[in-house]
């Protein structure tokens, strides 16, 4: 566990619960880490920033050097003003509108186009400028099943099969491709998937179809433990593998480019994590059940995914093991952190810690039944400070009653 049980209570003491807290010095050196394993002189690694579009720790990974994977205009806008240069922004967004793609190109950024339908658009629109390709690669894999990006049944990338086509709309508009893209899932189960993608990419990537690469982009999804007993993959021996495919591959290509990563939960995930209360207990025929202070619009992952995250009774770690539902303060009866499962008895005021909140939780969230996201705490050298405050309940309203006509 990154950080003490101990420094979790106090913060929760001093900021109040529901309260997401974050590791960052675990955020940079996982990230300085995928530089350890994959030993690629060009590697870039672009963090997925819809992970945890925190803006306190958007700034602490551009200090530390880090380039962005973005989806969207506004995520652009934000990565800019956290400070990083538009040459460190990859645009990766889907069924873009022709707005979305302006305001885009207006700051610079480079857009990595996944349909043949966009690249008509913009090819037609934008003829001449440099771009990067989206590949489906065709490999199946990822946490659960909403979370495979590649395949049939995917919306996402031009498939494999249509390169003549996406390069007859190059030549077209003059485009230039400067680099081809691919992101098979998030969570893979298998490393083989991130070695098979890499290779139908690269498959592709000859001088005789892309002759103006620079670098290819295989997307992220680098698994993390999210179970206890769940085994960590050994990423020395992946990253060994990546570098030797890449290395053969620059070798036939004629010359070395760089290759990117843009992982969003190695980075994140297990750096974070949400404080709850709990509040209210109840013996429903001898189900347990530990009512907290939070709910899934603050956390929504298993309630979507199905995904298990680990709970810590922090304020009685040694009580005598007790089986619970750990369920939240939304008026729906789905709304469970988690499900029938073993921990230190729980009292009420006792404080939970929901591990791996780091990504895709505070980013999913929203005020369903009307609560105000979280504040946000980030621990940085030594040093915790509000990243984000909560809103208050009159803030809130006065959000939603300024937003009408
Ligand atoms: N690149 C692209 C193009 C992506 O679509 C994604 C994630 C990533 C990179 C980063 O993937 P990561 O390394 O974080 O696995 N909300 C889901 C995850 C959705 C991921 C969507 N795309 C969850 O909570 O598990």
Redesign the pocket.
Known sequence: MSLEKKLLLELAGKYGTPLFVYDGDMIVQRYKDLYNYIKWPQLKIHY?M??NYNFNLLKMLNEAGASL?TVSPAEVLLALKAGFPKDRIIY?ANNMTAAEVDEVVKHGVLMNIGSLSELERFGKKYSGSRICLRFNPDVVDG?AAG?M?AGDLSKFGILLKDIEKAKAIVQKYNLTVIGLHE?TG??LQHTESVFKSMKNVMALATPANFPDLEFLDF????KVPYKPDETRVDYVAMGAEITRLFAEFCKSYGRDLKMYF?????IVAEAGYLLVEVNTLKDNNSRLIAGCNSGFPQLI?PVF?G?YHEVLNLSNPDGAPKVYDVCGNICETGDRFAEQRELPKIREGDILAIRNAG??CYA?GGVYNLRPMPAEVLIYKGQAKTARRKLSNAELVNSIIGESE
């Open positions: 997925a819809k992970a994977d990766t946490e979370l990006t992101h998030s969570g997307g992220g999804g680098f843009e992982p969003g939960k190695f992952r995914y995904a990504a895709y999913m």
